[in-house]
């Protein structure tokens, strides 16, 4: 069943902006995990790096049930005039439960940490801060390139 999607001009900028804030959030969270990771072994404000434990996978799923919940939706009935949205979007869906995983596992790794640095953990940590906000950027990257255009057309 195909169902008529059309957004009016007030709705596709509110549905723009939403992504847009969610993009900026996770982003400034990538820019602190950078620096976190940059600066380890060395954690300079530990309740910073707690706080960020604590929301680093609500950010995340937050931002992704927008997604899947009113973005893919609208997206999903221009998939006649694009026969590559359904794998992309597909592919996003998994791209989201990675990341998801990921967050989840680097909360629980970088609170151990915190509680008892040891070095090696640190190399470890840099290294899933990194593997996690450079694949985060690139996602964003993706949705701004070739979903938000598609957005802005969906009327």
Known sequence: MVR??????EERISV??????????????????????DSL????NI????????DLFPIIKSAHNFEEKV???????????DG????????????????????????DVFNAYINE?????AEKLAYMLRGFFEGVRRHIAFETEYLLPMLNKAS
């Open 41 to 44: 072994p060395n954690i300079s």
């Open 117 to 121: 640095p040891i070095q090696s953990d």
């Open 47 to 54: 309740q910073e790096c707690l706080v960020i434990c604590r």
């Open 16 to 37: 723009n902006r939403k992504l847009l804030e969610h993009h900026k959030v996770m982003l400034q969270l990538c820019t602190k995990l950078e620096k976190i990771a």
């Open 4 to 9: 008529d999607v059309t957004l009016d001009l």
């Open 84 to 107: 590559g949205l359904k794998k992309n979007l597909e592919r996003l869906r998994y791209e989201h439960w990675e990341d998801e995983s990921f967050a989840e596992e680097i909360s």
């Open 71 to 81: 973005l893919f939706p609208i997206l999903h009935d221009k998939q006649q005039e």
